[in-house]
């Protein structure tokens, strides 16, 4: 049975940071491309950073809207992957969720695409204001 959690999330002030966690069973995270969406009130889900798995030579992917300020990180030892946010501004206001997608995926191919995911976290709401 797979499962995946998301925790870290909360109420912040624009300008401050957050660090998302993810971590899983039944899937192993470095097997496939795995990755960040959102979704705000209103809108679509969408991907926020991404990254292939580890059998692949690709790229990370991060969205235009938060680079420079977002990071994803995986960690193979702990089957957990991570999104450092800083600089939260109040469009980044959403409901964060990680996901794991298919092995073969370029990261931005899958981010681009979330309903590719097999795996997904329940969500961890983030909301900035001041």
């Known amino acids: 049975q797979v499962q995946v959690a998301e925790s870290g999330g909360g109420l912040v002030q624009p300008g401050d940071s957050l660090r998302l966690s993810c971590t899983a069973s039944g899937v192993t995270f470095g097997y496939y491309a795995v990755g960040w969406f959102r979704q705000a009130p209103g809108k679509e889900r969408e991907g926020v950073s991404c990254i292939p798995a580890m059998v692949s030579a690709g790229t990370p992917f991060v969205a235009d809207a938060v680079k420079g300020r977002f990071t994803v990180t995986r960690d193979t030892s702990k089957n957990a992957l991570y999104l450092d946010m800083n600089n939260l501004q109040p469009e980044d206001t959403a409901v964060y969720y990680c996901?794991?997608?298919?092995?073969?995926?370029?990261?931005?191919?899958?981010?681009?695409?979330?309903?590719?995911?097999?795996?997904w976290g329940q969500g961890t709401q983030v909301s900035v204001s001041s």
């Open positions: 996901a794991a997608g298919p092995q073969l995926d370029t990261a931005d191919y899958y981010c681009a695409n979330p309903s590719r995911s097999h795996a």
